[in-house]
Structures are given as structure tokens and as C-alpha cells.
């Protein structure tokens, strides 16, 4: 087991077992990439509208933005590895490909050597050293997922899967439970109950927290503070601010990399 956490990158080897549990399974959402590779548990995973129950040798792979958490049982060890990195480590033609498949790989046990790799380079070499070392074995392992055969699943739940999908893509416009029935002719009790059935938070507080994280990534990128916040229907940059850090606070943002002031 280990925990590397120098400069822009966080890796980690865990376990968790009934006596021994290392963290809060918060359902949340961030601005970086993160992998997880189950090595033995019982788990199911969700992101955004998808959950599957993972077996020994699944990977997880979350694009910033992401709505995700773990439901797991502890009766049994939960080892696991996770890796959190920026977007600007990898190559975009990387990314661009790893964007457009599932965040699912099943079946990926053939990628274990890889993982290996991190535990001898944490124990073996100097930080700086590792640092180099982690950065070419996730270059390699995000190449090979590249390469792997699409494993498409089916959105558990299409009506919640496509309400996500008009979130997404309107951002930047108001988005009221008024404007979700006239899009999607269903009941505002409706549509409430079946997305925080489906994906454990109200709707409305799903929307804050897209429209805060589109926010900070604009912020980030060099957009001034003021029209970023504005864009996406805060008041100001204070009312933008407050909201940010109340939902780091209770767990549903995770900072990691890039930080506000």
C-alpha cells in the first residue's frame, strides 16, 4: 500500500477492511481525472447515470465533471488503486479518445503489471524520481485503454440518462424544474423522485454543483472571475465563491487541483 501525493498528482494502493476504514464514500464531483482499478471487493460504482456492480480487475475512468460515488460493502477488504491528476498531463489526443468511451472498463486484469509498476517505484526511488516514473506508467496505461475494445453499456436508467444530457449541454442557460417538464412532459414531483432515486441528490442541487464546476474550470483557464460566475447564472464572483467552498466543505467538491482565492 502507499499514498503519493507531490506536486500535481495524488496515487494511491488502498485498503479497507471491517476494522480499518480509510474514507467517507461522498457521492461528489471534481475538476481533475481520476482512475480507480478494483483489485478484490465488493462494490458498486456510479457515474453520472451509470452504476455496475465492479469485480476484481475493473477500471474506472472519471472525466472532470463527473457525478460519481461508491457504494461499498465492508464485510469484505476493499483494496483498490486511485490516481487524481489534471487535465494538463495528458495529451489531448489522449484524452479526446478516452472522452468519447464508457467510463467503465471491464475485464481489465491484463493491465495488473501495470499497476504493479507504481507499488516498486513508491518504495524504490527518491520523489522526484517517482514523480517521473508514476507519469510514464499513467501515460502507458491511459495509451492501452485507449486501445481497448469498447465495452458499451446501457444507461441504467435512459430518462435520467438523457435529463444529464440536457444538463450538460445547457450549462450556461437557467435551468428550472419548469424547464425540465416542458422538455421532458413529465411531472416536476416526477422527475425529482426518479432522479434522486436513480442518482442520490436532488436534482437541483445536481445542477449547482455542474454549474459551480463549469464555473471554476473557465475561472481556471484564465476567464475573469466576475463573467465566469455570471455565465453561469451566480449573482457575482462572492455568491459564486461562497457556494464553491460550502460544497468543498460538505464533501461534494472535491478541490484538488486549482484553487480559488
Same mark, same amino acid.
Request: proline share 3%.
Given at each position: 500500500? #502507499?499514498?503519493?501525493?507531490?506536486?500535481?498528482?495524488? #496515487?494511491?494502493?488502498?485498503?479497507?477492511?471491517?476494522?480499518?476504514?480509510?474514507?467517507?464514500?461522498?457521492?461528489?464531483?471534481?475538476?481533475?481525472?481520476?482512475?480507480?482499478?478494483?483489485?478484490?471487493?465488493?462494490?458498486? *460504482?456510479?457515474?453520472?447515470?451509470?452504476?455496475? !456492480?465492479?469485480?476484481?480487475?475493473?477500471?474506472? #475512468? %472519471?472525466?472532470?465533471?463527473?457525478?460519481?460515488?461508491?457504494?461499498?460493502?465492508?464485510?469484505?477488504? *476493499?483494496?483498490?488503486?486511485?490516481?487524481?491528476?489534471?487535465?494538463?498531463?495528458?495529451?489531448?489526443?489522449?484524452?479526446?479518445?478516452?472522452?468519447?468511451?464508457?467510463?467503465?472498463?471491464?475485464?481489465?486484469?491484463?493491465? !495488473?503489471?501495470?499497476?504493479?509498476?507504481?507499488?516498486?517505484?513508491?518504495?524504490?526511488?527518491?520523489?522526484?524520481?517517482?514523480?517521473?516514473?508514476?507519469?510514464?506508467?499513467?501515460?502507458?496505461?491511459?495509451?492501452?485503454?485507449?486501445?481497448?475494445? %469498447?465495452?458499451?453499456?446501457?444507461?441504467?436508467?435512459?430518462?435520467?440518462?438523457?435529463?444529464?444530457?440536457?444538463?450538460?449541454?445547457?450549462?450556461?442557460?437557467?435551468?428550472?424544474?419548469?424547464?425540465?417538464?416542458? !422538455?421532458?412532459? *413529465?411531472?416536476?414531483?416526477?422527475?425529482?423522485?426518479?432522479?434522486?432515486?436513480?442518482?442520490?441528490?436532488?436534482?437541483?442541487?445536481?445542477?449547482?454543483?455542474?454549474?459551480?464546476?463549469?464555473?471554476?474550470?473557465?475561472?481556471?483557464?484564465?476567464?475573469?472571475?466576475?463573467?465566469?460566475?455570471?455565465?453561469?447564472?451566480?449573482?457575482?464572483?462572492?455568491?459564486?465563491?461562497?457556494?464553491?467552498?460550502?460544497?468543498?466543505?460538505?464533501?461534494?467538491?472535491?478541490?484538488?487541483?486549482?484553487?480559488?482565492?
Amino acid at each position: 500500500m #502507499f499514498s503519493f501525493v507531490y506536486k500535481d498528482i495524488d #496515487f494511491a494502493h488502498k485498503l479497507d477492511n471491517p476494522s480499518h476504514p480509510t474514507e467517507e464514500y461522498y457521492k461528489h464531483i471534481h475538476h481533475f481525472y481520476e482512475i480507480l482499478y478494483l483489485v478484490r471487493g465488493n462494490i458498486d *460504482y456510479t457515474v453520472e447515470s451509470e452504476t455496475h !456492480r465492479l469485480r476484481g480487475g475493473d477500471l474506472v #475512468f %472519471i472525466a472532470p465533471g463527473k457525478f460519481h460515488y461508491a457504494t461499498v460493502d465492508l464485510s469484505v477488504p *476493499y483494496e483498490r488503486y486511485v490516481f487524481k491528476f489534471p487535465e494538463r498531463i495528458m495529451p489531448a489526443y489522449i484524452l479526446e479518445k478516452l472522452n468519447g468511451k464508457t467510463s467503465f472498463f471491464f475485464n481489465s486484469g491484463k493491465f !495488473r503489471e501495470v499497476f504493479d509498476e507504481f507499488d516498486a517505484n513508491e518504495q524504490q526511488y527518491s520523489r522526484d524520481e517517482a514523480y517521473t516514473l508514476f507519469l510514464c506508467e499513467l501515460l502507458k496505461l491511459v495509451v492501452r485503454l485507449c486501445h481497448d475494445p %469498447i465495452q458499451l453499456a446501457e444507461s441504467n436508467n435512459d430518462f435520467i440518462s438523457h435529463i444529464i444530457d440536457f444538463i450538460n449541454a445547457n450549462l450556461g442557460q437557467p435551468i428550472t424544474m419548469q424547464t425540465l417538464t416542458e !422538455r421532458f412532459h *413529465y411531472s416536476k414531483s416526477y422527475i425529482n423522485i426518479e432522479f434522486k432515486r436513480q442518482m442520490k441528490i436532488p436534482i437541483m442541487k445536481y445542477i449547482r454543483l455542474k454549474k459551480i464546476l463549469a464555473a471554476h474550470k473557465m475561472i481556471a483557464s484564465g476567464t475573469k472571475k466576475s463573467v465566469a460566475a455570471e455565465m453561469f447564472g451566480f449573482e457575482n464572483y462572492s455568491t459564486f465563491y461562497r457556494a464553491y467552498k460550502s460544497l468543498i466543505q460538505t464533501g461534494a467538491v472535491s478541490e484538488g487541483d486549482g484553487t480559488l482565492d
